[in-house]
C-alpha cells in the first residue's frame, strides 16, 4: 500500500500530507449513528432522557401551534397550583430552597461590623474634613481583607460599579460611611424581600393584607419602640400599619401590594425608624408623626372610638362631622360617603356607614395632602359631578361651606370670588376654564389648595400662612 521503502526513503519533506475523507464516508461512523438513532442498546436512563425530550418537545411544538393559532395577544393568565398539588409542593419546595441560598449569602450582624472595623483600619483621614476615606486601591485592598475575614459573600459589594456611585474628592477618594450605609440598607431591604416572599403564599410576587400583618407581627419585637405593646393591642396594631402600606402600594384598590413596591415605599423606610430607641434619639412629636409609632395607632383607634357614639363597628355621617372638632365641610363629609364608602350588602339600616378600613383611608388621605395617592382620594371628593376637573362653579359651591363656617366663627367678611381666582393663581391650571388633578400635583400646592375648599381649619391656616411662618422662625432665633 505504502510505496517507500522501510528505511525511509519514501518519507520526504516535500511528500504531500494525507487527506483523510470526512467523517460522514466513514462507515463505522454511519453505523454508529444508525445504532443510536434506533435507540438499540441504550441503558434505561438514556432511553428515558430520550423520551423526555420527546415528550417537551411535543409540548413546546403544541404551545407553538396554539399561539400562530390565538395570534400576536400573548398569555396574559397563568392557572396557580391547586391547594395540595404535587405542582403547588414543589413550587413550595423550590422557592424554599431559593430563599435558603439566598439567606445563607446574607452578611449577618457580626459580618456586618467585621466589615466595619476593616474599613475603620485600612482607611485615611482628610486632613481638610477629617472625614474617613478611602481611593481605589484602599477599596481593592479592603475587599482582600473582608473576603479573607467575612468570606466571599461580601465580595459583591467591592465591585468597580459600586464605588463610582459615591461623590469623590479632588484625589478620587469616597468617604467609608455612605459606603457601610449602603452595604447596610441593602442588606436589610434583601433581609426585608426574602422575609415578605416567605409569607407570600402563591408565590405571585404580592402580599395580601393577611400576609402584610403577619411580616409586621414578626418584626415588632425587633423594633424598640414597639416591643413594649400590650398584647391585646398587636392585632389592631397591625390592622393599622398594613393598611398604610397598601393605601400608598394599592392605590387601584386590588386587595394585594407588589413587594419591589413595597420595599421602595417611603413606607417601610418610616417602619424601620422605629429601631431608634424612643427614650434618647425620638421626640414626642416625631413619634406622634410617625403612622407606625404605637403612639399613633393608639391615637388614631381612640378617635374612632370616640366618634362612634352608638358602638356598632362603623361610622355615620353625623359621627364623622365631628372628625377634627367639626371643622370639615358637610359636602366634603357627603362626598367622601359617595365616593369611598361602600353601601353594605346586608338590609339598609347600615347603607351608608363607614367601617374601620374606609375610616383609615380617610385618615391617611387627610394627613397626606400633598402626596399624589392622598390628593386622588380628596380630589374625588372635590370632583362633585365626576367629570375629573373643577370649574369656577365647583370652586363656588365647595368653599360656600367653608365661607359659613368661617363666619360662624367671628372672623371677618369674605368675598368668595376672591379666594377663587386665588386658588386659580396658586393653581395655574393647563387650561384656563378647568382645574384637573393633573393641574393639582404639577403645582405642588394641591394639598393647600384642597384644604381650602374641604376644612376651615385649613383655610384658616393658608390666610395667616404668614404670621404662622413667622411663630415658627422666633424660637429659632431664640435658641
Known amino acids: 500500500m505504502y510505496s517507500g521503502s522501510s528505511d525511509g526513503e519514501g518519507h520526504e519533506p516535500s511528500a504531500a500530507p494525507r487527506r483523510l475523507p470526512p467523517a460522514s464516508s466513514m462507515l463505522w461512523v454511519r453505523n454508529l449513528r444508525r445504532f443510536i438513532g434506533s435507540s438499540a442498546g441504550l441503558g434505561s436512563e438514556s432511553l428515558m432522557e430520550l423520551e423526555t ?14 399561539s400562530a393559532e390565538a395570534g400576536t ?61 478611602m481611593n481605589y486601591e484602599d477599596f481593592c485592598h479592603i475587599a482582600s481583607v473582608c473576603t479573607e475575614q467575612i468570606g466571599p459573600k461580601c465580595r459583591r459589594f467591592f465591585s468597580p460599579s459600586n464605588f463610582m456611585k459615591f461623590e469623590k474628592d479632588e484625589s478620587g477618594r469616597i468617604a467609608i460611611l455612605p459606603f457601610y450605609l449602603y452595604v447596610m440598607r441593602t442588606v436589610s431591604l434583601t433581609q426585608a424581600r426574602i422575609d415578605m416572599s416567605e409569607l407570600d403564599e402563591d408565590s405571585d410576587g404580592f402580599l395580601q393584607p393577611h400576609e402584610m400583618e403577619n411580616y409586621i407581627k414578626g418584626l415588632i419585637p425587633n423594633l424598640a419602640q414597639l416591643c413594649d405593646m400590650p398584647a391585646a393591642f398587636e392585632q389592631t396594631y397591625c390592622r393599622i400599619a398594613a393598611h398604610k402600606f397598601f393605601f400608598f402600594c394599592d392605590p387601584h384598590k386590588r386587595g394585594k401590594a407588589c413587594i419591589k413596591k413595597v420595599l421602595l415605599s417611603n413606607c417601610l423606610q ?32 381612640d378617635m374612632f372610638l370616640a366618634l362612634e357614639k352608638d358602638m356598632n363597628g362603623t361610622l355615620s355621617k353625623q359621627e364623622l362631622r365631628e372628625y377634627a372638632d367639626g371643622t370639615l365641610t358637610d359636602i366634603f363629609i357627603e362626598r367622601v360617603f359617595d365616593d369611598h364608602v361602600r353601601r353594605a350588602k346586608s338590609g339598609a339600616g347600615n347603607a351608608r356607614e363607614m367601617d374601620f378600613e374606609s375610616y383609615l383611608d380617610f385618615v391617611l388621605a387627610l394627613e397626606n395632602k400633598d402626596t399624589p395617592e392622598g390628593l386622588t382620594y380628596l380630589f374625588r371628593c372635590l370632583d362633585i359631578h365626576g367629570r375629573g376637573f373643577l370649574t369656577t362653579a365647583d370652586i363656588h359651591t365647595l368653599f360656600r361651606d367653608v365661607h359659613q363656617k368661617w363666619i360662624d366663627g367671628g372672623n371677618y367678611e369674605l368675598c368668595i370670588e376672591d379666594v377663587r381666582d386665588e386658588i386659580w393663581d396658586m393653581v395655574k391650571p393647563a387650561n384656563p376654564l378647568k382645574i384637573t388633578l393633573a393641574d393639582l400635583l404639577a403645582c405642588k400646592q394641591g394639598g393647600t389648595v384642597a384644604s381650602m375648599l374641604i376644612d376651615v381649619r385649613g383655610f384658616w391656616a393658608h390666610d395667616n400662612r404668614e404670621n404662622l411662618l413667622q411663630e415658627e422662625e422666633e424660637p429659632e432665633e431664640e435658641g
Open 73 to 133: 395577544i400573548p398569555s396574559f393568565y397563568k392557572r396557580k397550583p391547586e391547594e395540595g398539588s404535587i405542582s403547588q409542593r414543589v413550587q413550595r419546595l423550590g422557592k424554599f430552597r431559593f430563599l435558603k441560598k439566598q439567606t445563607d449569602l446574607l452578611l449577618n450582624a457580626d459580618d456586618l461590623d467585621a466589615m466595619w472595623v476593616c474599613l475603620r483600619e485600612n482607611c485615611v483621614i482628610d486632613d481638610a474634613t477629617g472625614a474617613e476615606k
Open 270 to 301: 418610616e417602619l424601620m425608624e422605629l429601631h431608634q430607641e424612643s427614650e434618647e434619639e425620638v421626640t414626642d412629636t416625631e413619634q406622634a408623626e410617625n403612622w407606625f409609632s404605637l403612639t399613633s395607632a393608639q391615637r388614631i383607634c
Open 53 to 66: 425530550k420527546r415528550i417537551l418537545l411535543d409540548i413546546f411544538n403544541e404551545k407553538q401551534q396554539k
